[in-house]
């Protein structure tokens, strides 16, 4: 069973950049559909952005669209998050998630993971 730990979070200005990224131990990353999610105090968990098996698919939701990146690096075995612009309202705990996959595409939802790392924190400060 692969294991997923996040690392990158921090407090950051509004307006400034972070990386975050993923790293998986115990199976390849090559077989799984990745995705981020974030949950903000007091609110439900929410998807960010996803990226299929290969990395040639990624989506982004709506508010980080244009600002966030995912990407992949299969060879490393981890996953990224480049956050971009950032605004007080991305305040919250970042999770990564993995979907084992045959076919490869990206996933949107909750639901759609079976595993997930144990989140990194960010702050953006106005």
């Known amino acids: 069973q692969v294991q997923l730990v996040e690392r990158g979070g921090g407090l950051v200005q509004a307006g400034g950049s972070l990386r975050l990224s993923c790293e998986a131990s115990?199976?390849?990353?090559?077989?799984?559909?990745m995705g981020w999610f974030r949950q903000a105090p007091g609110k439900e968990r929410e998807f960010v952005a996803a990226?299929?098996?290969?990395?040639?698919?990624?989506y982004h939701a709506g508010p980080v669209k244009g600002r966030f990146t995912i990407s992949r690096d299969n060879a490393k075995n981890t996953v990224y998050l480049q956050m971009s612009n950032l605004k007080p309202e991305d305040t919250a705990d970042y999770y990564c998630?993995?979907?084992?996959?045959?076919?490869?595409?990206?996933?949107?939802?909750?639901?759609?993971?079976?595993?997930w790392g144990q989140g990194t924190q960010v702050t953006v400060s106005s």
């Open positions: 998630a993995g979907r084992h996959t045959v076919t490869g595409p990206y996933y949107t939802t909750e639901n759609d993971y079976t595993v």
């Open positions: 115990g199976s390849t990353l090559t077989t799984y559909a």
């Open positions: 990226i299929s098996v290969a990395g040639t698919r990624t």
